[in-house]
């Protein structure tokens, strides 16, 4: 399994930003996907999964009415639109997937077998 996330940058706060993870080495449905972040000094957070195969998703309480996670299925691509953006986001996202067994999802990185690189957000004030 490869993960590939892009699409981070500068943006100022009450920007938008679209991050993209495309995966391969894997059967899509067959997966969940999710995203995290880690800021300096501060733990991985978990923001958001969605499952393929069903569709289900959550969003973590933290970024909820701000960020949205979909899929792509003929891409083999999951995204994360981030909206009203404000200097605590800034971070480095990372995009994960696991098999997924048709269960609620934990945001635990131990859940999630495969990493992607991560790619930097940063939000100005």
């Known amino acids: 399994v490869q993960l590939q996330a892009s699409g981070g940058g500068l943006v100022q706060a009450g920007g938008s930003l679209r991050l993209s993870c495309a995966a391969s080495?894997?059967?899509?449905?067959?997966?969940?996907f999710a995203w995290f972040r880690q800021a300096p000094g501060k733990e991985r957070e978990g923001i958001s999964w969605?499952?393929?195969?069903?569709?289900?998703?959550y969003v973590a309480d933290s970024v909820k009415g701000r960020f949205t996670i979909s899929s792509d299925g003929a891409k083999n691509t999951i995204y994360l639109q981030m909206n009203s953006l404000k200097p605590e986001d800034t971070a480095i996202y990372y995009c994960?997937?696991?098999?997924?067994?048709?269960?609620?999802?934990?945001?635990?990185?131990?859940?999630?077998?495969?990493w992607g690189q991560g790619t930097q957000v940063t939000v100005s004030s």
């Open positions: 994960a997937a696991t098999i997924y067994s048709g269960r609620y999802i934990r945001l635990d990185p131990g859940k999630f077998a495969s």
């Open positions: 080495g894997l059967r899509f449905d067959d997966f969940a």
């Open positions: 969605k499952s393929i195969s069903d569709g289900l998703t």
